[in-house]
């Protein structure tokens, strides 16, 4: 996958894409990353980026001209053909999720653009594919916003991760939260693991791998289970721990 961003910090990205999980998907060549500094796309000699908004109010915005002149160099297409598929980072975007994650993972390549200040100007949207935000409260950039987008796509790229089934089993991935987790010690401070996981019965784990996921994601978040995939022995579990929601699909 190759992904480009648009941003006035470049120097944000170093140490997260030298890091773990983008490292070694940079080092595999499942991703490749081009950072585009905004500011070699002004026109000015001060590099401005921004203006006092119309209207009055706080703050600055980013101006059109250097960010569609940024969005129109990186997401050209490449030597192939492919246009970058091109997001915009901004609270007021669509909500990413799992489902987003694996959607962008299919994609051949992305655009990045990370707002500053205020936000963009309105016009710049025309630019862009997309709208999203990754939570309901609001940063200071982009930046880091693109960073959890980017990360969650790129460990669902084929071969990323050392094992393969991973992401398939994490949470969101099936439409639950995952249960808990155990490793050695069998027993830590008086706390043993449960006998099931140490039994070598692998259908006796699964089972209870799935009835600790019901547990948890009623417990945590029941909303997830109005639209999870659950079999009718899932319904009967969730039903032994009081929830009546969505019997009848
Ligand atoms: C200070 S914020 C601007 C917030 C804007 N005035 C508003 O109320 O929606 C600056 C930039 O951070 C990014 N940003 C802030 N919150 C975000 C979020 N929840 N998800 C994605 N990007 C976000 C956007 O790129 C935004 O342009």
């Known amino acids: 996958m190759k992904v480009h961003v648009v941003t006035i910090f470049p120097e944000l990205f170093g140490g997260p894409l030298a890091t773990g999980v983008l490292r070694i998907a940079r080092e595999q060549g499942a991703l490749e990353v081009a950072i585009h500094n905004l500011r070699d796309h002004t026109t000015d000699r001060h590099l401005v980026v921004d203006d006092v908004p119309y209207g009055g109010g706080q703050g600055m915005v980013m101006k059109p001209e250097p960010l569609v002149a940024a969005i129109e160099h990186a997401g050209a297409p490449d030597a192939s053909g492919v246009r970058p598929h091109r997001i915009l980072l901004s609270a007021r975007g669509a909500r990413f999720t799992q489902a987003?994650?694996?959607?962008?993972?299919?994609?051949?390549?992305?655009?990045?653009?990370?707002?500053?200040?205020?936000?963009?100007?309105?016009?710049?949207?025309?630019?862009v594919d997309e709208e999203l935000s990754i939570g309901d409260y609001v940063?200071?950039?982009?930046?880091?916003?693109?960073?959890?987008?980017?990360?969650?796509?790129?460990?669902?790229?084929?071969?990323?991760?050392?094992?393969?089934?991973?992401?398939a089993d994490d949470s969101f991935a099936t439409g639950l939260l995952e249960g808990p987790q155990y490793t050695r010690p069998p027993e830590f401070r008086g706390v043993r693991v449960p006998d099931v996981v140490r039994s070598g019965d692998h259908a006796a784990v699964a089972r209870w791998r799935r009835e600790e996921a019901l547990r948890t994601t009623l417990a945590r978040r029941p909303d997830l289970l109005e639209h999870a995939r659950l079999d009718d022995a899932d319904r009967r579990f969730l039903a032994s721990l009081g929830w009546t929601g969505a019997r009848t699909r």
Do not use: I, K, Q
Not at 143 to 166: H, I, K
């Open 100 to 127: 987003s994650a694996a959607a962008l993972a299919a994609l051949p390549s992305l655009l990045f653009v990370c707002g500053r200040y205020e936000g963009v100007d309105e016009r710049v949207t025309a630019w």
């Open 139 to 167: 940063l200071s950039g982009g930046e880091l916003a693109a960073l959890v987008v980017l990360d969650a796509v790129v460990r669902l790229l084929p071969g990323v991760l050392g094992n393969a089934a991973s992401p």
